[in-house]
């Protein structure tokens, strides 16, 4: 089992930058597939990016080209580097590990961008 922590949210400025971190512990997140999802008020919670254990990246074409998706293993910690930042992205940004059928999520790092 994996325990995920984020941090690194604040507010930001449109066009500012922000990264995020998700620090893991009780398991080496090597094996896992990680990603960054993200849920506003009032919406679904939606992919933001994945990356795999060989280090596939996949984006949700909202953030493409602005958002980067990283993992240090030897770390044990994913980021996510947030350039260009917009209003709509504003959310709350959670980290998310997957191995087979078993899940887990951190508690979410609220980002919220201003005009």
């Known amino acids: 089992q994996v325990q995920l922590v984020e941090s690194g949210g604040g507010l930001v400025q449109a066009g500012g930058s922000l990264r995020l971190s998700c620090a893991a512990s009780?398991?080496?997140?090597?094996?896992?597939?990680m990603g960054w999802y993200r849920q506003a008020p009032g919406k679904q919670r939606e992919l933001v990016a994945t990356?795999?254990?060989?280090?596939?990246?996949n984006y949700a074409d909202s953030v493409k080209g602005r958002f980067t998706i990283s993992r240090d293993n030897a770390e044990n910690t994913v980021y996510l580097q947030m350039n260009s930042l917009k209003l709509e992205d504003t959310a709350v940004y959670y980290c998310?590990?997957?191995?087979?059928?078993?899940?887990?999520w951190g508690q979410g790092t609220q980002v919220t961008v201003s005009s």
């Open positions: 998310k590990g997957a191995r087979g059928l078993n899940t887990y």
């Open positions: 990356i795999s254990t060989t280090g596939n990246t």
């Open positions: 009780g398991s080496t997140i090597s094996i896992y597939g």
